[in-house]
């Protein structure tokens, strides 16, 4: 069943302002790991926040955790045209065997 | 991070045929999942595929549909029985690594049932 929410559902910027994508969760996590997908191919690792961490740096990505409320922030900065693509976040739920439960996903589209 | 490979990329099929997919990954690793992504939407577990044991499904999903086999560490296969146009989607397998929490993705196959 689908854990998270995210949002917004679909998100258009311009090339070089910043893109932030929110997702919310029910239950008690390890870990949230965000990914990016183009055009209906495969799922790109993005970047791995766990669940006693707060924020988490990975290039021009930003993750950001909040247990208590049970969210997560991805910040894309300086955004480029490639960057065009869905992002999902992932919960891999505490006591589960790693299985993941997905957001709804978040469509971005930078405009050239 | 493990390089994933599956086989078809895509078909297309008739109605009441069935479909098997393979995952096959190029180093041991402990958990290999499938999921379906259907349309538009974003994606659902199907099952845990257990190495020499039967997979563990999820709510919705069953052996008699999808069954799934994984002999070894490395590989899997996924078949999509007696399809129908629902089954229509994008079904990709995932795998952690040994000592890793992170989960990689194939690259997908895209599955079309007239």
């Known amino acids: 069943s689908q854990q998270g929410e995210e949002d917004p559902q679909a998100l258009s910027i311009q090339e070089g302002e910043n893109a932030t994508m929110n997702c919310s969760y029910k239950?008690?996590?390890?870990?949230l790991q965000w990914y990016r997908q183009n055009s209906g191919r495969g799922l790109v690792h993005l970047i791995l926040i766990r669940s006693n961490e707060r924020e988490k740096h990975s290039g021009r990505l930003r993750v950001t955790l909040d247990t208590s409320k049970k969210s997560s922030s991805l910040l894309i900065t300086a955004s480029r045209a490639a960057d065009t693509a869905s992002y999902f976040c992932?919960?891999?739920?505490?006591?589960?065997?790693?299985?993941?439960?997905f957001g709804s996903g978040t469509q971005l589209t930078v405009l050239p | 991070s493990a390089v994933i490979s599956q086989k078809p990329s895509r078909d297309i099929c008739q109605r009441g045929t069935s479909l098997t997919i393979q995952c096959q990954v190029d180093?041991?690793?402990?958990?290999m999942f499938w999921y379906r992504q259907q349309p538009g939407q974003s994606l659902t577990l199907i099952a845990t595929?257990?190495?020499?044991?039967?997979?563990?499904?999820e709510s919705g999903f069953v052996i008699d549909k999808f069954p799934i086999s994984r002999p070894n560490l490395t590989f899997s296969t996924l078949t999509v029985s007696n399809m129908s146009p629902e089954d229509s989607s994008i079904y990709l397998c995932?795998?952690?690594?040994?000592?890793?929490?992170?989960?990689?993705f194939g690259p997908g196959t895209r599955l079309t049932v007239l």
């Open positions: 595929a257990n190495q020499g044991s039967e997979a563990t499904y």
């Open positions: 180093s041991q690793v402990t958990m």
């Open positions: 992932a919960t891999d739920a505490s006591g589960s065997a790693r299985q993941l439960t």
């Open positions: 239950t008690s996590i390890n870990n």
């Open positions: 995932s795998v952690v690594g040994v000592g890793g929490n992170e989960q990689f």
